[in-house]
């Protein structure tokens, strides 16, 4: 039996490419941080395109986040940045399997991680880093992230955002989702 030309080949065109669909899982893993200021998320993902992981930046598990110090200044110890765990952390620490199931594997996340945060990722045998924003590019922790990444050999790449498409979700009971191109 000969299939028709005509009945294959007529697949949607605008679906979501890899690297939207996994920047879009950690844009959303995000969304579960308390922080008032900074939400960020992560998923990690194999070189065969298995989400393995998820992570966003909070407080330490069992650590009530209601006496969570969510301040950005002030006297360090009141803090939020002697507390909580940053996204990277959270998905490496979440992840349930082989720790070598990691190695080769790639991130995704909002914010170009901190040097504390590149060391685990090294560790952790991940090769790529993608990355939304880079707001902190030029200080201390991110010159150190940077070197370090690239004296180990891991990729890190900004996501090209100008294709994108737009993906709404909303909270409602009946949940939308929408794509649309920029």
Same mark, same amino acid.
């Given at each position: ?8 080949? /007529? ?6 490419? !890899? ?6 899982? +950690? ?32 407080? @330490?598990?069992?650590? /009530?986040?209601?006496?969570?110090? !969510?301040?950005?200044?002030?006297? @360090? ?9 940053? +996204?990277?952390?959270? +998905? #490496? /620490? ?9 190695? %080769? ?15 685990? #990722?090294?560790?952790? %045998? ?18 150190? +992230? ?29 949940v939308k989702i929408s794509y649309i191109e920029k």
């Amino acid at each position: 039996m000969k299939l028709d030309k005509k009945i294959l080949g /007529n697949k949607r065109k605008d679906y979501l490419s !890899w690297d939207e669909f996994f920047m879009g899982i +950690a844009k959303l893993s995000a969304g579960r941080s308390k922080d008032p200021n900074t939400n960020v998320g992560a998923c990690i993902v194999s070189e065969d395109n298995r989400i393995l992981s998820i992570g966003y930046n909070g407080a @330490p598990n069992n650590f /009530n986040d209601d006496e969570f110090p !969510w301040e950005r200044e002030g006297i @360090p110890t009141e803090t939020k940045y002697m507390y909580v765990c940053h +996204a990277e952390a959270n +998905a #490496i /620490n979440n992840y349930l399997g082989s720790r070598k199931d990691l190695r %080769g594997a790639r991130i995704y996340v909002d914010l170009f991680p901190c040097n504390e945060c590149a060391k685990g #990722i090294i560790q952790a %045998g991940i090769k790529e880093v993608i990355y939304l924003s880079d707001k902190y590019d030029g200080t201390d922790a991110n010159l150190v +992230a940077k070197h370090l990444f690239d004296a180990c050999g891991v990729k890190y790449t900004k996501m090209d955002t100008s294709k994108m498409k737009d993906i709404r979700l909303s909270l409602q009971p009946d949940v939308k989702i929408s794509y649309i191109e920029k």
